[in-house]
């Protein structure tokens, strides 16, 4: 799926977002304490039915699921809310903030129900054309193709290395892109996939790939934290993107072979480059 955008074919503007739904769909177990091998002959029909083109029966079996670790989702927080009501009225409050403090699901964030949607809608008008007093006209050459012909399957699998954080709209974080990249066990898909991803960074470092292409790449998953009662329509919303990590393995990479350039151009006042937390 990778390779039909890197390779500039007529499915390009359809790959990524298509990558958005088969990671998910592929990596979904059929149930939460399913043991590796259950789950790696669940994955297995799901190869099986994707190469089959038998998409419905993907969709179904995998929501069936979803309900099913939605079910006991909500009984695992009732059970914690219930919890932590009986701890506090027996006076045993270190016991309470305490497993708050280790459950995530307990405050925090909100469900993501209409009313929250819409707030979120509310809170991100569409974006307009720039004030043309705020651009500058300057013509600058690009870097060179040949630049990006150093990026390779080894490289994608050190940046990989180097990536942490919560995964985006595929919900797959940096532990587990890590692991299907750099692990033995995957045998030559690793090094495929590897391969891939460093011709879709060369893609889009070379070829000057238009925002319109990129957009499923740039996806972020958005998180509505809870801010209170005082926001619009009586709910606080605290919205936070979470980028996916394909594209930050993409960005450590284009970075990678044009850190030293970026530098020399931004110097360590601009874009905090050359510091660990800034673009260098």
């Avoid at 045993?92 to 809608?121: E, F, K, S, W, Y």
């Avoid at 080894?154 to 940046?159: D, H, L, S, T």
């Avoid at 998953?221 to 936070?240: E, F, I, Y």
Wanted: hydrophobic share 40%; glycine share 22%; proline share 5%.
């Amino acid at each position: 799926l990778v390779l039909l955008f890197a390779d500039q074919t007529a499915w390009r503007g359809l790959s990524l977002s298509v990558v958005h739904v088969f990671v998910p769909l592929m990596l979904q177990g059929p149930s939460m304490n399913s043991k590796a091998r259950t789950s790696a002959g669940f994955l297995a029909l799901g190869l099986a039915g994707w190469g089959e083109g038998d998409l419905q029966s993907l969709v179904d079996g995998a929501g069936e699921v979803r309900v099913r670790l939605s079910r006991l989702a909500e009984k695992k927080e009732t059970g914690c809310h219930v919890a932590f009501a009986g701890l506090m009225l027996v006076g045993r409050v270190g016991g309470a903030v305490g497993l708050i403090d280790g459950n995530g699901g307990v405050g925090g964030v909100h469900r993501l129900t209409r009313r929250v949607g819409t707030v979120l809608a509310c809170g991100r008008p569409d974006a307009g054309p720039a004030p043309r007093q705020l651009k500058m006209e300057i013509a600058t050459p690009g870097p060179q193709p040949v630049v990006f012909e150093g990026i390779d399957g080894r490289m994608v699998c050190g940046v990989a290395g180097d990536v942490h954080g919560s995964g985006g709209p595929t919900l797959l974080d940096a532990d587990g892109w890590r692991h299907i990249l750099c692990c033995g066990s995957c045998g030559g898909a690793s090094e495929r996939l590897c391969g891939s991803i460093a011709g879709l960074a060369g893609c889009v470092g070379a070829r000057g790939v238009g925002p319109a292409a990129l957009e499923e790449l740039l996806a972020c998953r958005l998180v509505p934290l809870d801010g209170g009662n005082g926001g619009r329509g009586g709910v606080g919303v605290g919205p936070v993107g979470v980028g996916g990590v394909l594209r930050r393995i993409v960005g450590g990479l284009v970075i990678g072979v044009l850190g030293n350039g970026i530098r020399h151009a931004a110097g360590p006042l601009r874009a905090c480059a050359g510091l660990g937390a800034g673009v260098g």
